[in-house]
């Protein structure tokens, strides 16, 4: 047993086993991956099978009716002068509109008589959901400003032949609200709308679904939708059949078992020019042959973009759904896995790129009915268009949006491949989307090509890990690329917790040996200093500072390498209680350029006995990996005798002066220096040479007091 991720065993992070690098196994990165359906898709694009649903009469909607049907929606001095009238009547309303309209457009009638409906009638949802319809008479509907789709049509049909405008209501059947609810066809007439006549040539007007729709809370929402105004036949008959075929106004009619069949299209569908590939012309999509989900193809312009989402009982799933877009061919390839059997609902959403609103609209339904799970089921994690347009891949964990941690396991794991000029960052938030501080840690493996993110709840529950990404380039943020859920449970306590760091620290080889898996140095109570104990390469060399209120604090730490341990220890010596940055540079030991920062901790002062200050250090203190054994305090007492004690490797002479005498030469035998000192009044420096008749230069410095 250990820590999983769906139903795989994820490896390696129990407790203080944090060193990723060494648990990366290669068999996890040349794992394939599932979604390699190029042969299938390839073979969907080339279907040359056209659905081919023309309208009966190929001039009705000419570029003249287009122009003056756009016209009248837009016209806002129709809308605010309709949305001022209270007519008393039906008699009335009928009046206003026959003087409205004198001189107007046919078209522009239409519309009058459309957006008064729309913005006055509501639906009946009581009457709709108890079946005990009311009057739905034109009268009746005027009187209660209610009705079901009957009472819409009758109205519409009324008003127009007040002003003699040719009009007749249809019945039929619709894929409207509960549509789904039906088993097979439904067996009567559930719907009702109109067809008019314009210059002699027919258009369906459907007034219900213009006003507004159905929400899951069984309340109507009031919402014009002006492509109910005059819609074209051919797009109506997915989601409209008449009764009488007469009425489809189609160039070849469309039977009941055809229109069950046929997949569920909303407006936006058709106004954002989206084509349906796969499945061709069918709502239902079934699973892949021998694959563990479905996968739906759509063809977009250029402007459009796309989302979707699989329900089950209207309940959306996580994980449910992966979304890609395939620039070149300018298709979306929309991958959905069932989490159980059922009848589970694909809804694809869409929006152009410069809407102003953030809110993509429902363009289609399908429906994906799943009577035996996969013998491998899977999940998709989180994605944004980022994952795809800077070509990211998830190497680990595959195929599953949950990572579970349980059995002691501290943190989560996840690899990411990418390009060379991409950069990735991370963020750990619980269920509250409150941030976790510390809580990840992501880094670029140079030796296996890979990223390695990093991420450590501090408790139990859910929580989100998410990977940023942007160009090296991109002066600009970070934006969204993937996320998965963790499951924590049996988190260890103390819970790991990750340093601040930089690029450099990883680029250089650095491992912190001390404090593991914490982003805070130790501090005991009775100390004057902590550490931290760091390895690098042999060509690297490190310093570091000690920082309160964002101010170094001088003298308050010594970077040095411990010869015996094969280790940097950086010291820190506050000065003060409270809480305080450690904060390690670095370079190559022969690069000419400055040290930069490489990772940050954090240390709480909660009692300081005595304080303390390091000796001062010079180059090549560091560069040559000298260090002080004592004394380690950078202050000495006049006239006291103390040992000197040092690792200072390779010198041919090593010297002591004290004040400004020096004394004479003893002590040091390669690497060690070892001897006792008097110490003066003012100052004790040690001075040191590589080559015979090079200069003495001073690397070490006690002041006295």
């Not at 065993?9 to 407790?15: C, E, K, L, T």
């Not at 009567?188 to 007034?207: C, F, K, P």
């Amino acid at each position: 047993m250990g820590c999983t991720q769906s139903a795989a065993v994820y490896p390696g992070n129990r407790q203080g086993d944090d060193d990723d690098d060494n648990i990366i196994d290669d068999s996890i990165l040349t794992q394939s991956n599932t979604f390699s359906n190029d042969d299938i898709i390839a073979k969907l694009l080339d279907i040359k099978n056209p659905i081919n649903i023309q309208v009966a009469d190929s001039q009705a909607f000419n570029q003249s009716l287009i122009q003056q049907r756009q016209q009248a929606i837009d016209n806002a001095s129709y809308r605010s002068t309709i949305e001022t009238w209270t007519p008393n009547s039906l008699q009335q309303l009928s009046d206003m509109i026959k003087s409205f309209c004198n001189g107007k457009s046919i078209i522009d009638q239409h519309w009058i008589i459309f957006y008064w409906i729309t913005f006055n009638i509501e639906y009946d949802t009581v009457s709709y959901f108890t079946k005990d319809y009311k009057d739905q008479s034109a009268e009746g509907v005027f009187q209660n400003k209610k009705g079901v789709c009957a009472g819409y049509a009758n109205i519409y049909k009324h008003l127009c032949d007040q002003i003699q405008l040719p009009c007749e209501a249809v019945v039929g059947y619709s894929k409207g609200y509960g549509f789904e609810d039906h088993e097979g066809a439904p067996t009567g007439t559930d719907h009702a709308w109109n067809v008019v006549e314009i210059y002699h040539h027919q258009y369906l007007m459907e007034s219900t679904w213009g006003a507004g729709h159905l929400n899951d809370k069984k309340a109507f929402e009031r919402k014009l939708d002006s492509y109910y105004f005059l819609p074209r036949p051919n797009e109506m008959i997915y989601h409209h059949l008449p009764e009488d075929k007469k009425w489809q106004l189609l160039e070849t009619s469309i039977d009941m078992d055809e229109f069950m069949q046929m997949p569920k299209l909303r407006p936006p569908y058709f106004n954002l020019n989206l084509e349906l590939i796969n499945p061709y012309n069918r709502g239902h999509v079934d699973l892949l042959p021998d694959r563990p989900y479905a996968l739906v193809l759509v063809r977009v312009p250029s402007d459009v973009q796309l989302i979707a989402d699989l329900k089950l009982n209207g309940v959306k799933l996580e994980g449910a759904q992966r979304i890609m877009f395939d620039s070149k061919k300018q298709i979306y390839c929309c991958y959905f896995a069932p989490a159980t059997t059922g009848e589970n609902k694909i809804t694809v959403y869409g929006k152009r790129n410069n809407s102003s609103s953030d809110l993509y609209d429902s363009a289609l339904e399908l429906v994906m009915n799943i009577n035996q799970m996969p013998t491998n089921p899977i999940s998709f994690p989180r994605t944004w268009d980022t994952f795809f347009d800077l070509n990211l891949e998830v190497a680990w964990p595959k195929n599953t949006n949950s990572i579970k941690l349980n059995n002691a396991c501290s943190h989560a794991r996840i690899l990411i491949r990418t390009p060379t000029d991409v950069e990735l960052f991370g963020r750990l938030k619980d269920a509250n989307q409150q941030e976790i501080i510390n809580g990840n840690r992501i880094y670029w493996n140079k030796e296996k090509d890979i990223w390695v993110c990093s991420f450590a709840p501090d408790r139990n529950g859910i929580f989100e890990a998410a990977i940023l990404a942007k160009k090296k380039s991109d002066s600009g943020n970070f934006t969204s690329a993937v996320s998965f859920t963790i499951e924590a449970k049996q988190i260890p306590i103390p819970n790991i917790s990750y340093p601040n760091t930089w690029s450099s620290f990883y680029d250089l080889g650095l491992k912190i040996q001390a404090p593991k898996n914490s982003t805070n140095a130790i501090w005991n109570d009775d100390a004057s200093y902590t550490e931290l104990l760091i390895q690098t390469p042999d060509d690297v060399q490190l310093s570091c500072d000690i920082k309160y209120n964002s101010a170094a604090i001088k003298h308050g730490s010594l970077a040095q390498f411990n010869n015996d341990k094969k280790l940097w220890q950086l010291l820190f010596a506050p000065e003060c209680t409270g809480l305080h940055e450690l904060v390690v540079y670095g370079k190559r030991i022969s690069d000419t350029a400055s040290a930069t920062a490489l990772v940050k901790f954090g240390l709480n002062v909660t009692n300081l006995q005595r304080p303390m200050k390091f000796p001062a250090v010079f180059s090549p203190f560091q560069s040559k990996k000298c260090q002080i054994n004592t004394p380690l305090d950078g202050i000495l007492k006049n006239g006291s005798v103390i040992p000197i004690s040092c690792v200072i490797p390779d010198a041919v002479g090593v010297d002591i002066k004290v004040d400004s005498e020096w004394l004479p030469t003893e002590g040091y035998t390669n690497p060690n220096l070892e001897r006792q000192i008097t110490v003066g009044a003012k100052e004790v420096l040690i001075f040191v040479k590589y080559d015979q008749g090079a200069n003495y230069l001073n690397i070490i410095k006690y002041t006295v007091e």
